[in-house]
């Protein structure tokens, strides 16, 4: 009997969900569906789901989840601002985001606060949809996942010097020799 992998004839279509799982997935080694999905606050079968897709797309192991960390430098950097690309909304009270989120707002002009919209928020800012709706909720229990997920909205939106700053610390966190 032939074991070579059967590869599906439907087509691979990557949801901006599994840009959280991915990022988690980098954070979190090894670490079961229950668990990303409380990590995440996605529902076990979506986490399962996505696991599969990015297994796919060659973005993590199919055998232990483990993240290929170049292609996921590569599909953050240059495919994802194509793919999810973000568009700022009206101005609204929420979580900070992109260049006011926890790893750039230092380094950018904070007149124009970005925010992912949320009753719970404590600033108002341009809105901009996240990849995955519960992110307003990971910023509090998941301080990690939460600066990943605000520097690739600097590449979703960003002028050029923050998508190349969103990068740097990207690189430098995520690449084959970080964390």
Not at 109 to 128: H, K, M, T
Not at 129 to 148: D, F, K, Q, T
Request: charge should be neutral; aromatic fraction near 4%.
């Amino acid at each position: 009997m032939n074991t070579a992998r059967i590869m599906s004839t439907q087509p691979l279509h990557l949801k901006p969900q599994d840009v959280c799982v991915l990022l988690q997935l980098s954070l979190s080694p090894g670490a079961t569906f229950r668990e990303l999905s409380e990590r995440i606050g996605l529902s076990v079968g979506e986490v399962h789901n996505a696991t599969k897709r990015l297994e796919a797309a060659r973005l993590c192991s199919p055998t232990d989840r483990s993240v290929n960390r170049r292609g996921l430098l590569e599909f953050l950097l240059s495919g994802v601002p194509y793919a999810f690309p973000g568009e700022l909304g009206t101005e609204t009270r929420g979580v900070p985001t992109a260049h006011s989120g926890p790893a750039m707002r230092d380094e950018f002009d904070p007149d124009q606060v970005v925010v992912w919209p949320s009753a719970s928020g404590n600033e108002r800012g341009l809105s901009l949809a996240p990849l995955c709706p519960s992110a307003p909720a990971v910023a509090g229990p998941n301080p990690e996942l939460y600066r990943l997920l605000t520097l690739v909205d600097a590449l979703r939106i960003g002028r050029a010097r923050e998508r190349e700053s969103a990068g740097r610390i990207l690189r430098d966190e995520l690449g084959p020799d970080g964390t």
